[in-house]
């Protein structure tokens, strides 16, 4: 049985694989061995750490088919961005120009430099093998994460957010980027990516214009792609759509894909999920529920089959054993 379990550091060289192979757009993992270390012991001190509020932590799992060894996804939390430095957005606003006179009144979509999101915990990271897209694994490796924030309140913001990929083509050209970010960077949208990526920030407010841009000066492909995902990332985004997150008119500011977001104690999975007592009983015959325990460094989450029942969850023997639970241990799960 598969499961979702906090990254270790024996977990390097899966993580770089999928590094290498998730394409452009993959930011917040570049593929640097010596970075992708980095961000494994900070993970490694964050389940460790005592913590009352949001700060510098950062929680990255990966999913795990335990009877091949094999690491087939990963995903991460941030329980606070923009706390060291800030943390950009394009907030799409709007600008009217109108005259009597002349009978013209004009609407024009307007870009905003934006740090409005700072402080606000993020979902990122998230990376499933083309070979582990099938059974529900999406939903597995996505929405895990909603269990153990529940189960751990105090770690994480009152506002959840996710900035989803942008449009590319398969050459990883962004016309987002080729329509503005370009004009000021005068790099090449992979290299701004990857260097973004290496936490090298400073530059952006640098760079970039500080003054409103006006969406009809860009090029009508870069248009046209403001606020919309890659084809490969749609799914994720109907997930969180399906956990109550919106877009609220802030885009990235190299590919123009969309940022959504949602009060944390009003995402479905969060708000609906219930702690149950552990009991040992008839695998399958009920509707599928992610399962979580409730420990920290231990967590583990999976997705299994339950009879709706308000006390207990009876869980397989696999599934308990998956979890490291035992008759009587807590629970939490929510339905799919």
């Given at each position: 049985?598969?499961?979702?379990?906090?990254?270790?550091?024996?977990?390097?060289?899966?993580?770089?694989?999928?590094?290498?192979?998730?394409?452009?757009?993959?930011?917040?993992?570049?593929?640097?061995?010596?970075?992708?270390?980095?961000?494994?012991?900070?993970?490694?001190?964050?389940?460790?750490?005592?913590?009352?509020?949001?700060?510098?932590?950062?929680?990255?799992?990966?999913?795990?088919?335990?009877?091949?060894?094999?690491?087939?996804?990963?995903?991460?939390?941030?329980?606070?961005?923009?706390?060291?430095?800030?943390?950009?957005?394009?907030h799409v606003g709007l600008t009217v120009h109108a005259?009597?006179?002349?009978?013209?009144?004009?609407?024009?979509?307007?870009?905003?430099?934006?740090?409005?999101?700072?402080?606000?915990?993020?979902?990122?990271?998230?990376?499933?093998?083309?070979?582990?897209?099938?059974?529900?694994?999406?939903?597995?490796?996505?929405?895990?994460?909603?269990?153990?924030?529940?189960?751990?309140?105090?770690?994480?913001?009152?506002?959840?957010?996710?900035?989803?990929?942008?449009?590319?083509?398969?050459?990883?050209?962004?016309?987002?980027?080729?329509?503005?970010?370009?004009?000021?960077?005068?790099?090449?949208?992979?290299?701004?990516?990857?260097?973004?990526?290496?936490?090298?920030?400073?530059?952006?407010?640098?760079?970039?214009?500080?003054?409103?841009?006006?969406?009809?000066?860009?090029?009508?492909?870069?248009?046209?792609?403001?606020?919309?995902?890659?084809?490969?990332?749609?799914?994720?985004?109907?997930?969180?759509?399906?956990?109550?997150?919106?877009?609220?008119?802030?885009?990235?500011?190299?590919?123009?894909?969309?940022?959504?977001?949602?009060?944390?104690?009003?995402?479905?999975?969060?708000?609906?999920?219930?702690?149950?007592?552990?009991?040992?009983?008839?695998?399958?015959?009920?509707?599928?529920?992610?399962?979580?325990?409730?420990?920290?460094?231990?967590?583990?989450?999976?997705?299994?089959?339950?009879?709706?029942?308000?006390?207990?969850?009876?869980?397989?023997?696999?599934a308990a054993a998956a979890l490291g639970v035992?008759?009587?241990?807590?629970?939490?799960?929510?339905?799919?």
């Amino acid at each position: 049985m598969l499961y979702i379990r906090p990254i270790r550091s024996d977990d390097l060289d899966a993580l770089l694989h999928m590094a290498q192979t998730a394409g452009a757009g993959f930011t917040s993992l570049p593929p640097v061995r010596e970075f992708l270390a980095k961000k494994i012991e900070l993970s490694e001190r964050s389940f460790a750490a005592h913590v009352t509020e949001p700060g510098h932590q950062r929680y990255l799992f990966v999913l795990e088919d335990p009877a091949r060894g094999v690491v087939g996804g990963c995903c991460a939390v941030e329980a606070a961005c923009g706390l060291d430095e800030p943390f950009y957005n394009y907030h799409v606003g709007l600008t009217v120009h109108a005259s009597r006179e002349l009978g013209v009144y004009n609407r024009t979509p307007t870009l905003y430099l934006s740090n409005d999101y700072t402080g606000a915990s993020v979902l990122c990271s998230l990376y499933l093998r083309p070979d582990f897209r099938s059974g529900g694994n999406g939903h597995l490796l996505s929405k895990s994460r909603f269990l153990f924030i529940a189960a751990h309140r105090a770690r994480f913001a009152d506002k959840l957010i996710a900035e989803m990929r942008g449009v590319s083509d398969e050459h990883g050209r962004s016309p987002f980027w080729e329509g503005l970010g370009r004009h000021f960077f005068t790099i090449d949208y992979d290299r701004a990516e990857h260097v973004v990526g290496m936490g090298n920030k400073a530059f952006i407010a640098e760079l970039m214009p500080a003054h409103p841009i006006y969406t009809v000066l860009l090029p009508p492909e870069a248009r046209a792609v403001m606020g919309k995902v890659h084809p490969q990332t749609a799914p994720a985004l109907r997930l969180l759509e399906q956990e109550g997150f919106r877009y609220q008119n802030y885009i990235d500011i190299f590919d123009g894909g969309p940022t959504v977001e949602a009060p944390t104690a009003e995402v479905r999975s969060i708000k609906r999920s219930r702690v149950l007592e552990t009991r040992i009983g008839k695998a399958g015959g009920g509707a599928p529920h992610l399962v979580a325990n409730e420990r920290l460094g231990d967590f583990r989450c999976v997705l299994a089959e339950l009879v709706p029942d308000p006390a207990t969850a009876a869980l397989s023997e696999e599934a308990a054993a998956a979890l490291g639970v035992k008759p009587g241990d807590p629970v939490r799960v929510v339905d799919l």
